[in-house]
């Protein structure tokens, strides 16, 4: 799952680790019933999931486990319950300091309109910006309100619209297609390697299998192997997993991933698998959805290895206690420290300097006139001819594009048109706090800061939009 975010500047990094985290210490903690790593888990989980959005419903129920899990007597434990709210609204705040610090305090999650527009439409997040085009050129705060809008306005003509896309999109994640396990599909085999290596027996698959085979898109024993590794393995897994889960009510961990998947489950509807570009969306709960088919896993080969072994087990043995040791606790702890430190850093450099930036000397055509500074060491050239082992060719460029160009037609389209010979370079904003991706002709770079015309929020900025200096 994470390999494809590794070395990129994606939101998946952050909620993915922090997910890690915030999963080892709930894990832990509902062993050793320790407040500490309970309350812990929360505030991380909730810090995951501001950082890259996803099931947010998950928190809820968690502070409700916390609560039940610790109580001395009665149903729950008021006072866990108010420290685990504490302990979300912590990771709140956290995120909404840094908004406040570098960004729109206003814009957080502002996704979710375009989502929710998208999921009562019966399409995806762009279905609002094809059926209201003017919506791109606004600031980011006032689309999204506008799109809010456009999505009530549905549903008071239909509220039926909204349980349609609730069944949307329950049914795309457990799904054989768009489902829960779809990532795996990304770093696979290909199906033409394992037809190379199941060639010889191509003739074994019978033509009356191969008709009925080929109405469910499975052409052959190359697809049929394929399928079943990348898709029905891991939902085989997932089932035994979660009989395994439910045939221990009591044990607490058990509780703790019911109580996850009950918020992951009402989440589903406003992180649809449509828009998840492979489950990214559920990077924050990720670890906690993976532990399903790992326990669905053990306890398979635990079978095989009874009926194929025959040991000598005693049955009802409660199995090993939690270890008392906190090393493994303090280990996580110091993780968790390191896993923030960027954003400490972030505090470090991001700090608005006490001079007002200039004002950039351009008159604009089009759009209005912005000073933008080249990154250090992110310049590529996109030559025809590799001119480093590093250094992509225009070639690499365009296949590499191709892939995501259809998830990301707006974000992205301008790339597509790039001639060879064309220099990259990413920079960021002197005058806002914002980053692009300034594309230049060959030829020597130009001094910093760079004038620029800019129309919208574009990814792409090019140096021939920009008009000469005001006389």
Known sequence: FYRRFVGTGLSENAGFILGCLAAALLWRGAGTRAPRELYGG??????????????????????????????????????????????????????????????????????????????????????????????????????????????LA????????????????????????????????????????????????SDLWPPALARIASNHGIRGWPSVVYHAVYTLLPWVLFLAGAISVTRRPGDARSQLLGASWVGIVLSIPFVPPW?????????????????????????????????????????????????TDPTAARTVGLAAVSALLPALVALKVGMPAAAPPPAP??????????????????????????????????????????????LYPDLLGPLADLAPGTVLTAV???????YGVLARPAGPAPAAPIGVCVEGRPLLIRMEDRSPPTP
């Open 42 to 151: 929360a505030f991380l989980l909730t810090l995951a999931l501001v950082a890259r959005a996803g099931c947010f419903f998950v928190l809820p129920f968690l502070v409700l486990w916390i609560a039940r899990l610790l109580r001395k007597e009665g149903w729950i434990s008021l006072r866990a319950g108010l420290l685990g709210i504490v302990a979300v609204g912590a990771g709140f705040l956290c995120n909404f300091a840094l908004l406040r610090l570098f960004g729109q305090p206003e814009s957080a999650f502002s996704n979710f309109p375009v989502v929710l527009y998208g999921l009562i439409s019966g399409g995806n997040w762009t279905t609002a910006y094809a059926e209201h085009p003017e919506i791109r050129t606004l600031p980011e705060s006032e689309a999204a309100r506008r799109v809010l809008g456009f999505a």
């Open 154 to 201: 549905k549903l008071r003509e239909d509220p039926w619209l909204l349980a349609k896309g609730v069944m949307r999109a329950w049914e795309a994640f457990f799904s054989l297609g768009l489902g829960h396990f779809t990532f795996l599909r990304l770093g696979g085999a290909e199906v033409r390697e394992i037809t190379r290596a199941l060639s010889p027996w």
């Open 275 to 323: 828009d998840g570009d492979a489950m990214r969306v559920y990077a924050a709960t990720m670890p906690v959805q993976l532990v399903l088919p790992a326990v669905g896993a053990s306890r398979l080969i635990g079978w095989l290895r009874t009926r194929l072994a025959r040991p000598r087990i005693e049955r009802g043995s409660a199995g090993p206690a939690m270890p």
């Open 361 to 406: 000397d351009l008159a604009c055509a089009r759009g209005e006139p912005h000073l933008v500074v080249p990154i250090r060491g992110t310049q590529i050239a996109l030559r025809n001819k590799r001119a480093g082992l590093l250094q992509p060719t225009f070639q690499d460029f365009q296949s590499g594009l191709a892939p995501v160009l259809g």
């Open 428 to 434: 960021r904003y002197v005058d806002k706090r914002a």
